[in-house]
């Protein structure tokens, strides 16, 4: 599985991003999406996950009721809607493919994920 993110870019604080994740390969449908993102200085970390038919979703406490995860496997993509967007969401985010085909609930660990995006910069400003 090869991913291509793409999206990012600056916005003022309050706005709003969607980024988009296109997958090659016939086992994306198969595999849980997940979505995280690095800041400088800062360790890797799980922003939002999608089971492999799109059911099930999960997020990060710090994301929860802004961002919004979905995909359509017809189109091999996975989305990252970001609304009401803070500094704090500034970073380079990452799409990334579960090494496990149907699981159901995304992993949080980035330990999970075998398939990796280049990320795309992210970057709120006051």
């Known amino acids: 599985v090869q991913l291509q993110a793409s999206g990012g870019g600056l916005v003022q604080a309050g706005g709003s991003l969607r980024l988009s994740c296109a997958a090659s390969?016939?086992?994306?449908?198969?595999?849980?999406m997940g979505w995280f993102r690095q800041a400088p200085g800062k360790e890797r970390e799980f922003v939002a996950g999608i089971s492999w038919n799109g059911d099930s979703t999960n997020y990060a406490d710090s994301v929860k009721g802004r961002f919004t995860i979905s995909r359509d496997n017809a189109k091999n993509t996975v989305y990252l809607q970001m609304n009401s967007l803070k500094r704090e969401d500034t970073a380079v985010y990452y799409c990334?493919?579960?090494?496990?085909?149907?699981?159901?609930?995304?992993?949080?660990?980035?330990?999970?994920?075998?398939?990796w995006g280049q990320g795309t910069q992210v970057t709120v400003s006051s």
């Open positions: 990334a493919a579960d090494s496990t085909l149907t699981r159901y609930t995304a992993a949080r660990s980035p330990a999970a994920y075998d398939y």
């Open positions: 390969g016939r086992t994306f449908s198969s595999r849980a």
